[in-house]
């Protein structure tokens, strides 16, 4: 990423859609710091890069063997 592309950020309310979690979820985990997924916050202000959730999700999955 050049630094004229900016990420898309979603709300707690858009990744907590994406992880199948609520946006107080959310708000536990970043309290918590109970996974690592990083977030923006400014003040109250608080968004997920698209990217960070997508990582997210894809670090998460697990193999099984047949």
């Known amino acids: 990423m050049n630094k ?3 990420p898309a950020l979603l709300t707690s309310e858009q990744a907590a859609e994406l992880l199948g ?3 107080h979820t959310l708000a536990v ?3 918590e710091k109970r ?3 990083p977030y923006v916050k400014r003040g109250r202000w608080v ?3 698209a990217a960070d959730v997508a990582k997210f999700i894809d670090d998460s999955m697990h193999q ?3």
């Open 47 to 49: 968004r997920y890069r």
């Open 64 to 66: 099984v063997s047949a």
């Open 29 to 31: 985990w970043r309290c």
């Open 21 to 23: 979690v609520t946006a």
């Open 4 to 6: 004229y592309e900016v």
């Open 35 to 37: 996974y690592p997924l």
